[in-house]
């Protein structure tokens, strides 16, 4: 039977507990462990990584379904349920509160300093106020859509998983979308499943979000260092993910064939994407830098790396971090992706370009990912829209001019007019 008494559970005044982990590890069997309230290891989520281990999902991957089992995790702690005993009820609670409750805030360790007097506070924009620049809203206080589709999904595929290997509940907790019937019923056209989740909320379409070229020209020119304008040239040539462009190694780059070698995000192959001259050239005084200041030099060594000693290969944080400096001059909000999705634009709108091209450089497994593209941006229908009400003004400031063969004495007898 259905539980429909919510007054044991005040939703709205439940606090996540702060218990159990998310470990990143060494070891390439296990590269993340989730530890439960009692500092043990989850063994139905350390199984069900393998799981996802066995398809080819990337370290990233598994990290990021570990953050949503362990909030999953802490909320059954908080109630005192345990995973495999787990009913619709706490399934249905868990996307009700998510939906009410902000999210658990943790103080960056800048502002932890700026409390002791070692540092500046760190001025951030106010959660759901569009930024001045890019137009783009800062994070609010409550879990977006899209995280919650995801912790959704997530959750479903980990309770599937056990409910196959008859380890978990006989019911999966988090159910599939119920059937949708079109009435009157047409010929051929039957009940139909949905293939999302029963709490999975709707995620609204957006475009894809690009830099404009006056904001990367000045995006460009608030870089401090070769090395970054470098970063910058590539990213928003050769469509390559931020993580890939930080694959490549110092054998990858072949400025005569004006291509760069990268390691594929999904299928972990190699692919040469082409570039701009101008990606080389910036890359050459960058590398002359850090040769001379001492920098690892060989085939097999990082392509990019810090700027100071001890020299190490460039991570993917270090270079969010490096964009976010130009982001605080700029009074802007850009991230990596955008410059991937400014690379994917420019070239599905060349009509010089095929479609299937744009796919093959953007490493996407289906067209319909490639062809969001093909629309105009934010910025040009704003301005087409612009370009509308201007013509509209100057129609409704032009005079009528009579038909032929009409008299203006008659028609001013007929409707009126000034004199």
């Known amino acids: 039977m259905l539980e429909t008494d919510d007054s044991a559970r005040a939703l709205a005044d439940f606090v996540l507990p702060d218990a ?27 199984a069900f990584f393998a799981e996802l281990q066995a398809n080819s999902r990337s370290v990233t991957t598994i990290r990021s379904y ?6 999953w995790w802490r909320f059954l702690s908080g109630w005192g349920v345990t995973w495999d005993e787990v009913t619709r009820r706490d399934a249905r609670d868990f996307a009700r509160w998510m939906q009410i409750v902000p999210k658990a805030s943790r103080v960056h360790w800048r502002h932890r300093a700026s409390s002791e007097g070692t540092s500046e506070p760190v001025t951030r924009a106010a959660a759901g106020v569009p930024n ?10 409550l879990y977006s859509a899209s995280t919650r ?26 159910p599939p979308a119920r059937e949708r019937r079109r009435l009157p019923a047409a010929a051929g056209r039957t009940a139909r499943q949905s293939t999302g989740g029963r709490y999975r909320p709707s995620i609204p379409h957006r475009l894809p979000r690009r830099l404009p070229d006056d904001c990367f020209n000045e995006l460009f020119a608030a870089l401090r260092h070769n090395r970054d304008r470098a970063l910058l040239a590539f990213w928003v040539s050769n469509g390559a993910r931020a993580s890939e462009l930080l694959t490549s190694r110092q054998r990858d780059p072949q400025p005569g064939e004006q ?45 990019w790396s810090t700027l100071r000693r001890p020299f190490r290969p460039l991570a993917y944080h270090a270079a969010r971090a490096m964009l976010n400096r130009a982001n605080a001059l700029l009074g802007a909000n850009w991230t990596l992706h955008d410059l991937r999705h400014t690379a994917a634009y420019r070239m599905a709108r060349d009509p010089g370009l095929a479609l299937t091209d744009v796919q093959w450089v953007l490493g996407h497994a289906h067209l319909s990912t490639t062809q969001i593209y093909l629309p105009a941006g934010r910025d ?24 032929p063969g009409y008299r203006a004495e008659s028609l001013h007898d007929l409707f009126g007019g000034a004199r």
Request: glycine content about 8%; charged content about 20%.
């Open 20 to 46: 159990g982990a998310l470990i990143e590890t060494t070891d390439p069997l296990r590269p993340c462990v989730l530890l439960d309230a009692e500092g043990d290891i989850a063994a139905p989520v350390e």
């Open 66 to 71: 570990g953050m949503d089992l362990l909030r």
């Open 132 to 141: 001045s620049v890019t137009g783009r809203a800062a994070p609010g206080p």
């Open 149 to 174: 589709a995801h912790c959704e999904s997530v959750l479903r595929s980990f309770y599937a998983f056990h409910l196959e290997e008859g380890t978990g509940p006989i019911i999966n907790p988090f």
């Open 259 to 303: 291509l760069l070698g990268v390691i594929r995000k999904g299928t972990k192959a190699y692919q040469q994407l082409p570039s701009s001259p101008d990606a080389f050239v910036w890359l050459r005084l960058y590398q002359e830098e850090a040769w001379r200041a001492g920098a690892p030099r060989g085939p097999q060594e990082a392509l």
């Open 380 to 403: 040009e229908i704003i301005e087409a829209v612009r370009a509308h009400h201007q013509r509209q003004t100057r129609l409704a400031q032009v005079p009528a001019v009579p038909a």
